[in-house]
Every structure is written in structure tokens, then in C-alpha cells.
């Protein structure tokens, strides 16, 4: 069975880092994706990071390009989410997900998901 969870939010002030981390059971990452997505209070969600088969190919959203950055530590089985350079619209809750298979973009095919992590920028 796939477990996500993810650890590593909190507040921070605008210009701050944080450093998310989702900690992987039950999955293999051979040729599927995983992704970070975010939700703002009011706001539809969105993917911020996408990485596929331990980082053959990782990408970012324009909103958060040069800023974040999604890698893969195989030894600690976790996909981390760097995020530089904070600012107060980066506040959200911040979910890793996962799914099998190729068509990393394909966002409504992530089936497995974390509880969520909050991230809050002032």
C-alpha cells in the first residue's frame, strides 16, 4: 500500500526557506511520477513540482521557477521540496502525491496522496 507523508511546514517570513519532505512507502519510483501540489485558502489547487523515474525529469510552475526545487533522496526514500526565496503568496497547504505510470502532467491521474503539510509566509 503507497504512504505518503509529508513533513517539514511551518511559518517563516517572506525571503525565508523551508524545506518540505514526503516521506515514500509501498512505491517505486521506476518510470512514475510524483509531484508537489498546493492549495490556497480560495483558490483552486496547483502543482508547483512535478519529478519522474527519480528525476529523469523534473519541472516547476512558472510561479515558482528559480525558487523551488523538487529532488529525490534514495537513501532516506524521500521526495523533497526546497522552496527559496519565500513569498506571502506561497502560503498554502502543500500535498505530495503520486502515481503510476507515465503522464506526469496529466494532474488529475494522481492517486495517491499525503495529508498535507502548511506552509505560511508573512
Known amino acids: 500500500q503507497v504512504q505518503l507523508v509529508e513533513s517539514g511546514g511551518g511559518s517563516v517570513q517572506a525571503g525565508g526557506s523551508l524545506r518540505l519532505s514526503c516521506g515514500v512507502s509501498?512505491?517505486?519510483?521506476?518510470?512514475?511520477?510524483m509531484a508537489w501540489f498546493r492549495r490556497a485558502p480560495g483558490k483552486q489547487r496547483e502543482a508547483v513540482a512535478l519529478?519522474?523515474?527519480?528525476?529523469?525529469?523534473?519541472w516547476h510552475s512558472d510561479s515558482v521557477k528559480g525558487r523551488f526545487a523538487i529532488s529525490q533522496d534514495s537513501a532516506k526514500n524521500t521526495v523533497d521540496l526546497q522552496m527559496d526565496s519565500l513569498k506571502p503568496e506561497d502560503t498554502a497547504m502543500y500535498y505530495c502525491?503520486?502515481?503510476?505510470?507515465?503522464?506526469?502532467?496529466?494532474?488529475?491521474?494522481?492517486?495517491?496522496w499525503g495529508q498535507g503539510t502548511q506552509v505560511t509566509v508573512s
Open positions: 502525491a503520486a502515481k503510476l505510470g507515465t503522464g506526469c502532467g496529466l494532474l488529475d491521474t494522481y492517486n495517491y
Open positions: 509501498g512505491y517505486a519510483y521506476y518510470r512514475n511520477c
Open positions: 519529478i519522474y523515474d527519480a528525476a529523469v525529469m523534473t
